[in-house]
């Protein structure tokens, strides 16, 4: 192909004499390219929009104030019950508890958001002039004349918005925005030790105390699900893994907090081989023939370690890959986890598995305070 085909190929523009005339291939034809930097005429007729019938505008005055008070009111029935009910009878504790909070929190913040919302689109729709503004491009410095031009502005923009015309927008707004500011600060509050000494203990050491003031060793490990207490004879096969609670968790604890109570109780039971078994310090009496009982609640993040290695006696846990050696006190050989899992100690009473005491140590993961 000849030059002069490569240069006007693609070109079905006439050129002068007939011929066609050369262009880049994939550029518009000067035909579109007048029509693309063509300028519309958006110019309104002078005078539309810059005056406003009085007698609407009052009733979407009303309208307007109306939307923001319900904002305050919302505003200050969260602070009220963030206060007054979501912390009553030891705080927002239990799946029950954190639905109702949830429910009231969340509703009485997204009614003052939608009202605030609403009442400044009704302000802005019905109550602005809408004469059309024209900002001409100029140099950004700031010159004397630029600085009165803004002032100018500005006080034209104040004037045409309301805000210093109709006082009770004016008011009622900052009233609405008021608890919003403050709301923040409130929440603060659970930045306190709320939990206190909660979360050093589980349901564990009050079934240990139930059942020793009955005269027993301690509070017999049921099968989680089934219920039914488990003899060292039907975990007797090394290898075994298991999930277990204390007895009659369900009914020494309120309704609401059953659930809360068994996410933090839950234990895994390993049967590992006594010879390959290496208790801690001051632990050589907390397992039965190398039966061992360690927290389910990992000590990273605190999802359930329940995967267990029967060649290597590792516990894994699923989310982050944080590794356990049960043989060892449960000590972390790979992940992110910061400490071993917590361990149980254990006994055996009429040939059932007997937990003898809390954990010695808060279980899941460290928290601020845990010392």
């Given at each position: 192909m000849s030059d002069e085909n490569k240069d006007t190929a693609g070109s079905t523009e006439p050129g002068e004499g007939g011929g066609a005339r050369g262009r880049v291939i994939g550029t518009p034809s000067p035909a579109r390219d007048r029509t693309l930097l063509a300028q519309d005429d958006i110019s309104a007729p002078a005078g539309v929009g810059e005056e406003l019938d009085e007698a609407s505008a009052r009733r979407a005055e009303r309208v307007v104030a109306t939307f923001f008070l319900v904002a305050f009111a919302a505003s200050v029935a969260f602070i009220a019950y963030y206060i007054g009910w979501s912390g009553r009878n030891g705080g927002m504790h239990g799946v029950t508890r954190a639905r109702e909070s949830n429910f009231w929190l969340g509703g009485l913040m997204a009614l003052s958001f939608l009202a605030l919302a609403a009442g400044v689109t009704i302000w802005v729709r019905r109550l602005m002039t809408s004469k059309p503004i024209v900002q001409e491009r100029h140099s950004l410095q700031a010159d004397e004349e630029t600085r009165a031009a803004f002032t100018k502005d500005f006080l034209e923009g104040a004037?045409?918005?309301?805000?210093?015309?109709?006082?009770?927008?004016?008011?009622?707004?900052?009233?609405?925005?008021?608890?919003?500011?403050?709301?923040?600060?409130?929440?603060?509050?659970?930045?306190?030790?709320?939990?206190?000494?909660?979360?050093?203990?589980?349901?564990?050491?009050?079934?240990?105390?139930?059942?020793?003031?009955?005269?027993?060793?301690?509070?017999?490990?049921?099968?989680?699900?089934?219920?039914?207490?488990?003899?060292?004879?039907?975990?007797?096969?090394?290898?075994?893994?298991?999930?277990?609670?204390?007895?009659?968790?369900?009914?020494?604890?309120?309704?609401?907090?059953?659930?809360?109570?068994?996410?933090?109780?839950?234990?895994?039971?390993?049967?590992?081989?006594?010879?390959?078994?290496?208790?801690?310090?001051?632990?050589?009496?907390?397992?039965?023939?190398?039966?061992?009982?360690?927290?389910?609640?990992?000590?990273?993040?605190?999802?359930?370690?329940?995967?267990?290695?029967?060649?290597?006696?590792?516990?894994?846990?699923?989310?982050?890959?944080?590794?356990?050696?049960?043989?060892?006190?449960?000590?972390?050989?790979?992940?992110?986890?910061?400490?071993?899992?917590?361990?149980?100690?254990?006994a055996v009473e009429d040939g059932y598995i007997v937990a003898t005491s809390d954990y010695h140590e808060p279980i899941g993961p460290s928290f601020w305070e845990r010392g």
């Amino acid at each position: 192909m000849s030059d002069e085909n490569k240069d006007t190929a693609g070109s079905t523009e006439p050129g002068e004499g007939g011929g066609a005339r050369g262009r880049v291939i994939g550029t518009p034809s000067p035909a579109r390219d007048r029509t693309l930097l063509a300028q519309d005429d958006i110019s309104a007729p002078a005078g539309v929009g810059e005056e406003l019938d009085e007698a609407s505008a009052r009733r979407a005055e009303r309208v307007v104030a109306t939307f923001f008070l319900v904002a305050f009111a919302a505003s200050v029935a969260f602070i009220a019950y963030y206060i007054g009910w979501s912390g009553r009878n030891g705080g927002m504790h239990g799946v029950t508890r954190a639905r109702e909070s949830n429910f009231w929190l969340g509703g009485l913040m997204a009614l003052s958001f939608l009202a605030l919302a609403a009442g400044v689109t009704i302000w802005v729709r019905r109550l602005m002039t809408s004469k059309p503004i024209v900002q001409e491009r100029h140099s950004l410095q700031a010159d004397e004349e630029t600085r009165a031009a803004f002032t100018k502005d500005f006080l034209e923009g104040a004037s045409d918005s309301g805000l210093t015309k109709r006082p009770l927008l004016r008011r009622t707004l900052l009233l609405a925005a008021a608890p919003l500011g403050l709301a923040p600060l409130v929440l603060l509050r659970d930045l306190g030790p709320l939990p206190e000494k909660k979360l050093r203990t589980t349901i564990w050491g009050d079934a240990v105390k139930k059942a020793q003031a009955q005269g027993k060793k301690g509070v017999r490990l049921v099968v989680d699900g089934t219920d039914k207490p488990l003899r060292v004879s039907d975990f007797s096969s090394p290898g075994g893994m298991i999930t277990v609670l204390p007895e009659g968790i369900e009914e020494d604890v309120p309704e609401d907090q059953v659930l809360t109570q068994t996410a933090k109780a839950v234990t895994i039971l390993i049967n590992v081989p006594e010879d390959e078994f290496k208790p801690a310090k001051g632990r050589e009496n907390w397992h039965i023939n190398g039966i061992v009982a360690y927290s389910k609640v990992c000590t990273h993040v605190g999802c359930p370690a329940a995967l267990y290695e029967q060649t290597t006696h590792h516990i894994l846990c699923p989310c982050h890959q944080s590794t356990f050696d049960a043989t060892d006190a449960a000590k972390v050989v790979f992940g992110p986890a910061a400490r071993p899992l917590p361990q149980l100690p254990l006994a055996v009473e009429d040939g059932y598995i007997v937990a003898t005491s809390d954990y010695h140590e808060p279980i899941g993961p460290s928290f601020w305070e845990r010392g």
